[in-house]
């Protein structure tokens, strides 16, 4: 994992129940999100800009995305 992402607080969605297969995010300085996959920890994450954050969001939000279950 990056050095800079230890130590802060990651959280998975209220809407992804017992399933372990989730992404979890996590709040950054300057408005940045991380976001790892819950099965691996200290594996790779990713890290978006606010703007970029906003926008994926909001195109899910609006149903752009088709839903994977």
Same mark, same amino acid.
């Given at each position: 994992?990056?050095?800079?992402?230890?130590?802060?607080?990651?959280?998975?969605? $209220?809407?992804?129940?017992?399933?372990?297969?989730?992404?979890?995010?996590?709040?950054?300085?300057?408005?940045?999100?991380?976001?790892?996959? #819950?099965?691996?920890?200290?594996?790779?994450?990713?890290?978006?800009?606010?703007? $970029?954050?906003?926008?994926?969001?909001?195109?899910?939000? $609006?149903?752009?995305?088709?839903?994977? #279950?």
């Amino acid at each position: 994992m990056i050095d800079h992402l230890a130590g802060v607080k990651w959280f998975k969605s $209220t809407y992804s129940g017992a399933d372990k297969a989730c992404v979890e995010a996590a709040f950054l300085a300057g408005g940045a999100v991380g976001v790892r996959d #819950s099965k691996d920890p200290t594996g790779p994450a990713l890290v978006f800009g606010p703007e $970029t954050w906003d926008a994926f969001t909001s195109d899910v939000a $609006t149903g752009r995305y088709p839903s994977a #279950s």
